[in-house]
């Protein structure tokens, strides 16, 4: 079973366009993350929510939405794709938001999007 | 200064050989420390965590920690040609505990 999932896998779509990468984990966990990886390989957390509340919410442009229906699912919506939005977005989820063992957060496979 | 700093190599080492991999970050408050390998075109795994001062064995692996100098290293016993890949280093941040800043990879390739 897999423990953290996204779909799509990939994503190919045109400039202007609007897409929503889904995520889903069967851990039980409290909290769930989107990160961004770029052409460089740098990953950087864009959001994270505790039981479907907003913890983290990173200077991300507002064309980025992020959704939690319940605490297994976060989904991300992406208005108006730019150029600079390709990348590999990676969905994470921890047991919780606090230190320690808490903290180890698995992720998902990614979805590679390509904006052309 | 970057929040977590490691070294983008890559960094050759010979098959059977002893790999070390070093990041240092900026942030005192921080509590926890992570390695996690990721393999060209898939998803960063979690190897090792570390949450007090020393040393911590896992298998091939040991962690270490010193929280005075602000440095993280991991250690690979006997590398194995399947141990080539970036590793990336992570520490919680001191103002936001479920906050995880990345490093930018160290990437690891080991020679036969």
């Known amino acids: 079973d897999t423990a953290v999932s996204q779909t799509p896998k990939y994503l190919v779509t045109q400039m202007g366009n609007d897409k929503s990468i889904k995520c889903e984990q069967n851990l039980g966990h409290d909290t769930m993350y989107w990160y961004k990886q770029d052409s460089k390989k740098f990953l950087k957390i864009m959001f994270s929510y505790n039981n479907k509340e907003l913890i983290i919410n990173e200077t991300v442009p507002n064309r980025f939405s992020p959704k939690s229906p319940d605490k297994a699912h976060l989904n991300l919506h992406i208005n108006s794709l730019e150029l600079g939005d390709s990348a590999v977005y990676f969905c994470?989820?921890?047991?919780?938001?606090?230190?320690?063992?808490?903290?180890?957060?698995?992720f998902g496979p990614g979805t590679r999007l390509t904006v052309l | 200064q970057k929040e977590v700093e490691q070294n983008s190599g890559p960094l050759s080492v010979p098959e059977g050989a002893i790999a070390s991999l070093n990041c240092t970050y900026s942030d005192r408050g921080s509590q926890s420390f992570f390695w996690y390998r990721q393999y060209s075109g898939k998803s960063p795994e979690l190897i090792m965590s570390i949450y007090s001062n020393g040393d911590k064995e896992d298998g091939r692996f040991t962690a270490q920690l010193n929280k005075a100098s602000q440095y993280v290293s991991l250690l690979i016993r006997d590398s194995q040609p399947s141990d080539s890949a970036t590793y990336l280093c992570?520490?919680?941040?001191?103002?936001?505990?479920?906050?995880?800043?990345f490093g930018s990879g160290t990437r690891l390739s080991i020679r036969p």
């Open positions: 992570a520490v919680n941040s001191g103002s936001s505990a479920s906050k995880i800043i």
């Open positions: 994470a989820s921890s047991r919780g938001g606090g230190t320690g063992p808490y903290n180890e957060q698995f």
